[in-house]
């Protein structure tokens, strides 16, 4: 069964602008991660963000979290070409100690 | 570098056949995944292992088993392969239950 569910489906920005992307959940959650898959490949896990924190930074990379809306956002600052992938929510359910539910992605593309 | 290595990126099976996915991760990592990916279904989990030797079912199970001999190896077979399973199958682990996995490239399965 899908949890998160990311908006929107597609994005397509320049080299060098901000990309958002969003994601909704239904359920109480441990953590939300998300992940980047390049096409037809594996995925890649970019951060976590627990349930206790409301926004996170790596590199780039700028994750927030609103348990009361059940929603979160990933920002991707000056973006790069490298960075055209679909990026996915997953969440971590309470009370589901290794199961992770993924959402069916953004695809992002970065164009020159 | 740490890594989770499927055995073939691309495989192609006749209906009726014994299919063997192989996975081998190098992290020591306790928790094995296995998912397939279809075009808007996004990932679904099959099985999982949280230890060698023990095993549980995914959301979608049927038509699937696995074998986990050795803690590094976590192995999906498809007792009788037909044409719906046709799909990409995604070998992950994990060190700690529910956070971050760690992904293999894929194998793209392809029956006819």
């Known amino acids: 069964s899908q949890q998160g569910e990311e908006d929107p489906q597609a994005l397509s920005i320049q080299e060098g602008e901000n990309a958002t992307m969003n994601c909704s959940y239904k359920?109480?959650?441990?953590?939300l991660q998300w992940y980047r898959q390049n096409s037809g490949r594996g995925l890649v896990h970019l951060i976590l963000?627990?349930?206790?924190?409301r926004e996170k930074h790596s590199g780039r990379l700028r994750v927030t979290l609103d348990t009361s809306k059940k929603s979160s956002s990933l920002l991707i600052t000056a973006s790069r070409a490298a960075d055209t992938a679909s990026y996915f929510c997953v969440t971590r359910d309470t009370g589901t100690a290794s199961k992770l539910t993924f959402g069916t992605g953004t695809r992002l593309q970065v164009t020159l | 570098d740490v890594k989770v290595t499927q055995s073939s990126r691309y495989l192609v099976k006749r209906t009726g056949e014994k299919v063997f996915l192989e996975c081998v991760q190098d992290m020591d990592h306790e928790n094995m995944f296995w998912y397939r990916q279809d075009p808007g279904l996004g990932l679904r989990l099959i099985y999982f292992?949280?230890?060698?030797?023990?095993?549980e079912k995914g959301d979608i199970p049927e038509g699937y088993s696995v074998s986990r001999e050795k803690k590094e190896r976590f192995s999906l077979i498809l007792e009788s392969a037909s044409t719906n399973q046709t799909s990409m199958y995604l070998c992950?682990?994990?060190?700690?239950?529910?956070?971050?996995?760690?992904f293999g490239s894929g194998t793209r399965l392809t029956v006819v």
């Open positions: 992950a682990s994990s060190l700690v239950q529910g956070d971050g996995y760690t």
């Open positions: 359920t109480s959650i441990n953590n």
């Open positions: 963000i627990r349930s206790n924190e």
């Open positions: 292992s949280y230890d060698v030797k023990m095993k």
